[in-house]
């Protein structure tokens, strides 16, 4: 395919997406239209100039978010971008793309695990771990049993950030030799089946893992060189789809007696990882800038369990009257009407309306913090 198709096709395909209703709330097709907005930004010719236009219009157009992913199968936006990475490899240079909401932090500690996660820790030292995917009450059942050798397990329901951590989590934990992969797939994302793919077959050049059938199977938070050593450190089993405690402890058992532990006693973080920079929050020094598009007042009306909140300018003139009964609604309406235009006033914003909203659910006094 040539460039001017390949670009034809992606348009076509953003298109399907935006008008398909639920897409136009979803945080997918807005995720998608800001990655291909950068990911072709340094192409050239009018069937770019026509997709940028699109990206804009559909952009601007898009509805207040109000889900971050339904799990849709087919999901419009992701094989719209899966489908234009493919076309586009080895035709068109592009960049590898950071997504805003695809970082984690990494602790610089000697503590292990090194990423947050919704995992149960029993023993350091084991050799085995487990993701139990989207079965979310496996890995409390795994802790009472108990088995020998087990070291770790929790939950993986992306294809992307989950992989990420459990990657990062295993390379600096050399005593960990055996992942199974247990539990049930993520609806549409197919988490379990990137993990073997990722195992056999690694990533691409666009950090793509090779074979992956998920929705966005990018692993952003992670180096190649990681990747190869997470491939060359552990063995993979899969139970996907078994969710049998007794079961997956045995073959955790099991698998701990065929290969013990042989590294030191002490010696997670053999692997350097990457990491974003950690920033320190801190009270600030200088009050909130003025706010070109105006002021506001919150009014918490606890008899009638809503929120008030008024808009004026610096004129004092009453511009609008938004009213909610929850932080999340009205911030996301003030944005969707550019009511405030500034960050540091929209972080002001969301902190006053969760306290407005917190007061009315326990009853307690609202006076509202000076920016």
């Known amino acids: 395919m040539t460039q001017d198709e390949i670009l034809r096709q992606l348009r076509m395909d953003l298109a399907q997406a935006f008008e398909t209703p639920k897409c136009r709330r979803c945080g997918c097709l807005r995720d998608t239209l800001l990655t291909m907005r950068e990911a072709t930004a340094n192409l050239s010719g009018i069937e770019s100039e026509a997709l940028q236009a699109d990206i804009i219009r559909f952009l601007n157009s898009m509805e207040a978010i109000k889900y971050p992913c339904l799990g849709c199968d087919p999901c419009y936006p992701a094989n719209a971008e899966n489908r234009f990475l493919t076309a586009a490899e080895g035709v068109l240079l592009l960049p590898n793309v950071q997504r805003a909401s695809c970082a984690f932090e990494v602790r610089t500690d000697d503590s ?95 950090q793509r893992i090779v074979g992956a059938k998920g929705k966005r199977p990018f692993l952003r938070n992670i180096t190649a060189q990681e990747i190869e050593h997470f491939r060359q450190q552990v063995i993979l089993v899969d139970m996907i789809g078994c969710d049998d405690a007794e079961r997956i402890a045995a073959e955790a058992a099991d698998r701990a007696q065929k290969q013990p532990c042989a590294c030191p006693a002490a010696s997670p973080r053999e692997v350097a990882t990457t990491s974003p920079r950690r920033l320190r929050a801190e009270m600030p020094n200088r009050p909130v800038k003025l706010d070109r598009s105006g002021y506001f007042v919150i009014i918490p009306q606890p008899d009638k369990k809503l929120i008030i909140v008024e808009h004026y300018d610096y004129r004092d003139q009453l511009l609008h009257v938004i009213e909610g009964q ?30 407005a909203e917190l007061s009315i659910r326990y009853g307690l006094p609202f006076v509202q913090d000076g920016a």
């Not at 030799?177 to 539990?183: C, M, S």
């Not at 929850?326 to 309306?353: K, P, V």
Request: net charge negative; charged share 20%; hydrophobic share 40%.
């Open 112 to 206: 292990w695990p090194v990423v947050a996660g919704e995992y149960i820790v029993l023993d350091h030292c084991a050799t085995v771990a487990v993701s139990t995917l989207a079965s979310t009450d496996l890995p409390e059942k795994l802790s009472r049993l108990r088995p020998h050798g087990l070291a770790i397990a929790g939950k993986t329901e992306t294809e992307n950030i989950g992989i990420d951590k459990v990657v990062k989590n295993i390379i600096t934990n050399p005593c960990i030799r055996t992942l199974i992969i247990a539990g049930q797939e993520p609806k549409g994302h197919l988490t379990g089946q990137a993990l073997l793919s990722l195992w056999e077959n690694g990533v691409d050049e666009q």
């Open 326 to 355: 929850d932080a999340r609604s009205l911030c996301a309406t003030i944005l969707e009407f550019g009511l405030a235009s500034q960050l540091d006033h929209a972080a002001y914003l969301g902190r006053e309306l969760m306290r």
